[in-house]
């Protein structure tokens, strides 16, 4: 069972018929005792870093997410994947979950439109069980204005926009996808497909 955390932040609905699509059983809750039970975690994440992370302590989500990412897969997607970084410099500095080292700072693509919006090609840096099944080439579906800035170690996969975009982060069994691979097609539902495996 995947509990998909449910804060007011989250693109839940397509995230939910992705998981339907393929089979994984899942939760939609913010209820301690269902996130504790979940053998992982989706935090799904629309919208501007500060209030999203507002919304998680209005929840008091914050501690419970820290405590169980270390414990059980977890997967960040989109504002989801930034909140797992230390802190953000949307709206000024405001402090993220902290279960992978790193900053999310504004994009600033040498002559490219933001948001950045659109199918995007991945290419593959490091391995990840998540990745199983997809070589650099894929295409998948980003929109978003900041990203990550954090160390190589951490890239499993980014894109070029410009600059150079992490797309799949990960530490451990925490994972980050800036795109949304609930709307990326077949790879996407490959990506999530290995993320169940996982459990």
Same mark, same amino acid.
């Given at each position: 069972m995947i509990a998909i955390i449910d804060y007011g932040a989250g693109n839940l609905f397509s995230v939910k018929n992705a998981l339907e699509y393929i089979g994984l059983s899942y939760t939609i809750t913010n209820a301690p005792e269902?996130?504790?039970?979940?053998?992982?975690?989706? %935090?799904?994440?629309v919208g501007a870093f500060p209030a999203a992370m507002q919304m998680l302590k209005s929840h008091n989500l914050v501690e419970i997410l820290q405590a169980q990412a270390q414990k059980k897969p977890f997967l960040g997607i989109c504002l989801g994947m930034q909140m797992l970084f230390e802190q953000s410099e949307e709206f000024g500095i405001t402090a993220g979950l902290s279960l992978i080292p790193g900053r999310v700072v504004p994009m600033r693509p040498q002559g490219l439109k933001i948001p950045h919006m659109g199918w995007n090609e991945l290419v593959v840096s490091h391995?990840?069980?998540? %990745?199983?099944g997809v070589s650099s080439g894929a295409y998948v579906?980003?929109?978003?204005?900041f990203c990550a800035a954090c160390e190589d170690d951490y890239i499993a996969a980014y894109c070029e926009y410009g600059q150079k975009v992490p797309a799949l982060v990960q530490k451990g069994y925490v994972f980050g996808a800036q795109f949304h691979p609930e709307k990326s097609g077949e790879v996407g539902l490959l990506m999530l497909k290995n993320f169940g495996g996982l459990l």
């Open positions: 269902e996130i504790n039970k979940a053998g992982g975690i989706i %935090l799904p994440g391995p990840s069980p998540l %990745l199983a579906y980003f929109v978003h204005s």
